[in-house]
């Protein structure tokens, strides 16, 4: 299962941290997103790139800044976030009429 | 925007019987309704999915219904095995130049042997 890969799988840091999500796909796809899961709580999708350009920002709150600098690669930065904001960060990829599949997360923790 | 309700949250059967969780969506828009499945600390996985011009569509133990009309879709697993066990999550979207895809709040199915 390699189609979409993510980095680092673990993360903790601090709420005056600063640090990024990496996110990349090999399928050719061009639309990626990022999704938080939380528990208790449907997946919440964030943002939405389709060729690099973002289509959706779901009322993400600005401590997220994501990045697309082409259709392979997807980043999420983080800065100042909330240990509210502790979840598991799921990247995915589609291509036109055909399945979302998703990358392994990162799992984030907030201190 | 879409609304995915989906239900029961959690779900215990015996192995070998047969296991139903349902969803309802809001938006009379939504034409492609897939169904993943995430095993604990995995990645969700798509399993079966159908388009809102089918009612029904079968894969070995697992089937898809879907009612437009009610604006409601089932999933059915015949059969079920301990490795069925996992967190099954229903979602709706439209299926266009790129999909966002609503996802139900997920179910959690237990069989136990």
Redesign the interface.
Known sequence: ?TGVTQTPRHLVMGMTNKKSLKCEQHLGH??MYWYKQSA????E?MF?Y?FKEQ??NNSVPSRFSPECPNSSHLFLHLHTLQPEDSALY?CAS?Q??R???????TRLTVL | GEN?EQHPSTLSVQEGDSAVIKCTYSDSASNYF?WYKQELG?????II?IRSNVGEKKDQRIAVTLNKTAKHFSLHITETQPEDSAVY?CAAAH????????????TKLQVIP
Do not use: M
């Open positions: 299962e061009n639309a208790k709580k449907p997946l999708l939405v389709n289509t959706e799921l589609s036109e009429r399945n979302l599949g998703f990358g392994p997360g | 995915v897939p995995k990645r969700p996985q798509l999915d999550f299926s266009g130049g790129y999909q966002k895809v609503t996802f139900g709040i997920g």
